[in-house]
């Protein structure tokens, strides 16, 4: 089913990026629980799984909340992030701080007329001691499984954000909207969306005050998702270019023998772990070294063609250039 949101002058205008560390620690939830759709997030799925064997974590709230045959989440759960890049902690603030009205009246329509399981009926009654019994599980679950991770997460993330900034420059908010996903398609004024979620066909989407947030996230590719309604921005969440890149490991020694022979070993190494794009301090904790000697290594990279290189708000971003990764690829082969 095609739903169409209208977007006028003033939402087109008030439209903007952020990243979710929240967004993507409950869409990791449902790739635990179906990992039949997780290829692309398959090696965190299987990192996630021997970490859960190893010591379980219990989320008996979040879970039947979240990993349910229901269409759409309770939007109090899913706060539209309130800037460019908010950590896990503001973003709970903001889900621990849900208007009660607010709650009652989105688990009225999720679970509508006649019985009720005890932990909607619990929330029902209780909502902010409810709701900070949630965000503690959110937390954890961040902690342990996401956290981790959320270095290389995040440069995938802001990469994504600076390249659907050149798009809309380059070819406004036609190009943009089209690039996001092949279901949406944004013309006269109206983003139209082909239905990749049943509870988007009734009733359609209700938009938020101020526009869109559009959010790039790993863990929900292949699909997207928009916020039904909110009292926040409305928020759509889109599969980040180059998710995949965040869980490839480097090469091994033996593989990197060849480029390691020709560039040096800390340069061949800082070359393979940008096939995902990483900042200075990223790779300097990362390789546990100073940031200035990455600078250098990453200068000499740059001038070679090795590495391309990108501002996205007040950091830049370093990623292995298609020479790079071209480099690379075929030593990995001859190996």
């Known amino acids: 089913m095609l739903v169409a949101l209208e977007l006028d002058v003033a939402d087109l205008a008030a439209t903007r990026f952020a990243v979710s560390p929240l967004a993507e620690t409950q869409r990791a939830i449902p790739v635990l629980a179906k990992p039949g ?28 909340l979240l990993v349910t045959e229901r269409p759409y989440w309770p939007e109090f759960l899913c706060p539209a992030p309130a800037d460019r890049s908010p950590t896990i902690e503001e973003e709970l603030d903001r889900v621990r701080a849900a208007p009660a009205a607010a709650v009652r009246a989105s688990l009225r329509r999720i679970f509508g007329p006649g019985s009720w399981p005890d932990y909607a009926t619990d929330l029902l009654s209780r909502p902010h001691e409810v709701l900070a019994q949630i965000a503690a599980e959110f937390a954890e679950f961040h902690e342990r499984l996401i956290a981790p991770h959320w270095s290389r997460m995040r440069s995938v993330l802001d990469a994504d954000i600076a390249y659907r900034g050149a798009m809309l420059a380059a070819g406004g908010a036609r190009s943009l909207f089209r690039g996001l996903h092949p279901d949406l398609s944004w013309s006269a004024g109206a983003l139209t969306m082909r239905d990749a979620e049943a509870g988007l066909s009734d009733g359609g989407v209700e938009l938020g005050p101020d526009g869109l947030v559009l959010v790039p996230s790993v863990f929900i590719w292949p699909q997207w998702s928009v916020g039904k309604a909110t ?14 890149t965040v869980w490839e490991s480097e090469l091994g020694l033996a593989d990197l023998g060849a480029v390691e022979a020709l560039l040096g070993a800390p340069r061949a190494r800082l070359l393979g772990a ?7 301090s990223a790779l300097a904790l990362r ?39 071209g480099l690379l690829d075929r030593t990995a082969g001859r190996s």
């Open 287 to 325: 390789f546990g070294i100073t940031a200035s000697a990455v600078s250098q290594h990453l200068a000499v990279l740059y001038r070679g063609g090795l590495v391309d290189r990108q501002r996205s708000g007040r950091a830049v971003l370093y990623q292995a250039s298609e020479l790079g990764l």
């Open 274 to 280: 940008l096939r995902s794009p990483a900042t200075t």
């Open 231 to 244: 009292s926040t921005q409305t928020t759509l969440l889109y599969p980040a270019r180059g998710a995949a």
């Open 37 to 64: 759709r997780a290829s692309v997030n398959m090696p965190w799925l299987r990192w996630a799984l021997a970490e859960l064997d190893r010591r379980p974590l219990r989320m008996p709230l979040v879970w039947p």
